[in-house]
């Protein structure tokens, strides 16, 4: 038996034990490790009796549970799934081939139209004004642009302060940037279920975070609290960073697309 294992079985185990490393990571990040124990005890016990024990029986059950139980999980991972998904097409060597594919078709978003972002974010932080910034990258943002209310209007500083004043009606939702125009504010973000994520982050954070694990895109937050300043993308959340952080961070992701 042993002499039958060769570099092809290697590679299969080591591409398994990869795959499974990646989904135990992203169910731990979505708060859903204990189902995805649960699952993998169920698959051993499924093994165990089907393969090992050969009990032809408890086995045949067994075999129709894991028929019906794909089906299942597709439903209840979905988001997980998609997420999955999202992340293999943001990889940077996956861009990579995006980009020779589109044969190197430049950013929608470049420095011009961040530096009015990042100096609308600056001076809510001096003010402790909350807000919640959603710059599109790849990943389309039409669902959540229905979910606010349409403005479709240049980048401005001022207008993007305005929006985001304590007595708009608009600033507790999420302002969407897209194709150089801010589309929509007072916007319905997914809040993040993640249990690591700090206590004293509020609403506005979990709301980013849910956001950055669903879309490549930009998530800004200004603090009410505190006038910090953060980013979340791709399911990560840099917090209490600094305008010039926040500038080189939203250059760095403008120009990767």
Not at 56 to 81: H, N, P, T
Request: proline fraction near 2%; charged fraction near 25%.
């Amino acid at each position: 038996m042993l002499l039958d294992f060769g570099i092809k079985d290697l590679i299969d185990i080591l591409l398994v034990a990869s795959i499974m490393y990646y989904i135990y990571k992203m169910m731990k990040s979505s708060g859903s490790i204990n189902l995805f124990t649960g699952i993998i005890i169920f698959i051993v016990i499924w093994v165990v009796v089907s393969q090992v024990l050969e009990m032809r029986l408890l086995g045949s059950i067994l075999d129709k549970v894991v028929g019906v139980g794909a089906i299942a999980l597709i439903v209840l991972f979905q988001d997980e799934i998609k997420r999955f998904l999202l992340t293999l097409g943001s990889h940077d060597k996956t861009s990579l081939l995006f980009k020779w594919l589109t044969k190197n078709k430049k950013s929608d978003t470049d420095h011009e139209d961040i530096m009015p972002i990042v100096m609308a974010c600056m001076s809510m932080s001096k003010k402790k004004v909350g807000a919640l910034i959603v710059i599109e990258r790849r990943t389309s943002l039409d669902e959540i642009v229905r979910t606010g209310e349409t403005i479709d209007a240049n980048i401005n500083q001022r207008l993007i302060e305005n929006i985001f004043f304590k007595n708009s009606p608009l600033h507790d939702g999420a302002m969407v940037i897209s194709h150089k125009r801010i589309k929509a504010a007072g916007c319905i973000l997914p809040v993040s279920h993640n249990l690591d994520i700090p206590k004293d982050l509020g609403l506005r954070h979990r709301a980013a975070l849910g956001m950055s694990q669903e879309s490549d895109a930009d998530i800004v937050i200004v603090s009410e609290e505190t006038g910090g300043i953060s980013v979340a993308h791709n399911g990560e959340l840099n917090i209490k960073i600094t305008a010039e952080e926040l500038e080189r961070l939203l250059t760095k992701d403008s120009e990767q697309q």
